[in-house]
């Protein structure tokens, strides 16, 4: 685990975080609720919230070459839309017939949502599938964005746009478990609050995945 205080060092991460994608923990299948709540896997209450038809789907974890340090940008999504409104994600969305790739899926959603062209995207790699709720199977896709790259969220999708440091989110004591409720029965969820920000769910267990791929013992990144 990072120790307090040190930090991910700049002229470093990148490479690091290429040569871990590389490894069989980074890219092993992640059922997040399963993993959590071994016991409720096969509940009959649970199984039409979280096992429905299967979609898949990629995000763009893109990290921002700040010169004060590496970001990562999240969304929070339309309170319109029909699914997962309000909620804090990467963008991202379903693959569509016509991309070539999980990478093509991922830097078109991106393009769409928030602007960011897909040349100022520096693909590093692919942590391995992570299943979310509602049936999704989603490709969490690494990408390095460059700092001067326009940023112009879709407002039909995109209600806020916010950064965080790269750092925060490698350190594991801010990542966590929460518990929440669905027909009476008590359930783990992951979660990794950052200031006015609650992030929770798929993108909480997405963005612990990458902080595992981070820590020193496992090849990570340290000062």
Do not use: C
Request: no cysteine; charged share 25%.
């Amino acid at each position: 685990m990072l120790r307090a205080g040190q930090r991910i060092v700049t002229a470093d991460w990148r490479r690091r975080i290429g040569e871990n994608l590389s490894r069989a923990d980074a890219q092993r299948v992640r059922a997040l609720f399963s993993e959590i709540n071994p016991h409720l896997a096969a509940d009959a209450r649970f199984e039409n919230r979280w096992t429905t038809k299967r979609q898949d789907a990629a995000v763009l974890i893109p990290i921002i070459d700040r010169r004060e340090g590496p970001t990562v940008l999240l969304t929070v999504r339309s309170s319109d839309l029909a699914s997962h409104a309000g909620q804090i994600s990467f963008p991202g969305g379903r693959v569509d017939p016509g991309d070539a790739d999980r990478v093509a899926t991922a830097l078109r959603e991106t393009e769409e949502e928030v602007g960011i062209p897909r040349a100022a995207v520096d693909v590093v790699g692919a942590l391995g599938v992570h299943h979310g709720g509602l049936g999704f199977e989603v490709t969490p896709i690494v990408g390095v964005v460059d700092a001067a790259a326009p940023i112009r969220p879709d407002p039909r999708e995109v209600a806020e746009i916010f950064e965080a440091p790269l750092d925060w989110f490698a350190d594991l004591r801010n990542h966590k478990t929460e518990e929440r409720e669905h027909l009476g029965v008590r359930y783990k969820m992951f979660a990794a609050p950052y200031g006015r920000f609650h992030i929770w769910g798929l993108t909480a267990g997405i963005l612990r995945s990458l902080a595992e791929i981070l820590q020193p013992d496992s090849g990570g990144v340290q000062k």
